[in-house]
T-cell receptor
């Protein structure tokens, strides 16, 4: 079974731009969660989608948004990028019962 | 507020040593505790623990949960250089049955030859 895939793997953007990251969950998994990982803050929850609905949201500004499609693929968008948005963005998927999450390789975003 | 604290934050050992990593938690409506290993990018799932006192084992790795004292330990015996990684402990957010995991800071393990 293929694992969680994320595209692109690396991104370099400048301040003020926007970015869209994509995540394809493991086949059959309906829950997709997004996390931001930085050296200072560790892994922090961004949001979770289940059956195209946002089920939970972390403490991030409104510049961070996401969506999920009917095939469970998910995208997250960050608008008006700031230097502090530089991070590894990880996507994780799970079956309906959400606890055991399987992570993708992440997208490394660098904001210059 | 749900909280996960790991100790030590970093550890350096030599091949063959046994290590014990600690994870303490405070969460409302505890459901489970998870351990992950992160080498370069993606955290890799190791164990999910739900019941006290039942050890989970996978090769040289084992883990146990104490729900009374609110902690878990991850043991690695006969360490190898390939065990060098960040080990993460996480609990699901307690007040909602959704996929929000609260992570500890991680323990960085370095195994020297």
């Amino acid at each position: 079974k293929a694992g969680v895939t994320q595209t692109p793997r690396y991104l370099i953007k400048t301040r003020g731009q926007q970015v869209t990251l994509s995540c394809s969950p493991i086949s059959g998994h309906r829950s997709v969660s997004w996390y931001q990982q930085t050296p200072g803050q560790g892994l922090q929850f961004l949001f979770e989608y289940f059956s195209e609905t946002q089920r939970n949201k972390g403490n991030f500004p409104g510049r961070f948004s996401g969506r999920q499609f009917s095939n469970s693929r998910s995208e997250m968008n960050v608008s008006t990028l700031e230097l502090g948005d530089s991070a590894l963005y990880l996507c994780a998927s799970s079956l309906a019962y959400p606890d055991t999450q399987y992570f993708g390789p992440g997208t490394r975003l660098t904001v210059l | 507020e749900d909280k996960v604290v790991q100790s030590p934050l970093s550890l350096v050992v030599h091949e063959g040593d046994t290590v014990t990593l600690n994870c303490s938690y405070e969460v409302t409506n505890f459901r489970s505790l998870l351990w992950y290993k992160q080498e370069k990018k993606a955290p890799t799932f190791l164990f999910m623990l739900t019941s006290s006192g039942i050890e989970k084992k996978s090769g040289r790795l084992s883990s146990i949960l104490d729900k009374k004292e609110l902690f878990s330990i991850l043991n690695i015996t006969a360490t190898q250089t390939g065990d060098s990684a960040v080990y993460l402990c996480a609990v699901p957010h307690g007040s909602s049955n959704t996929g929000k995991l609260i992570f500890g800071q991680g323990t960085t393990l370095q195994v020297k030859p």
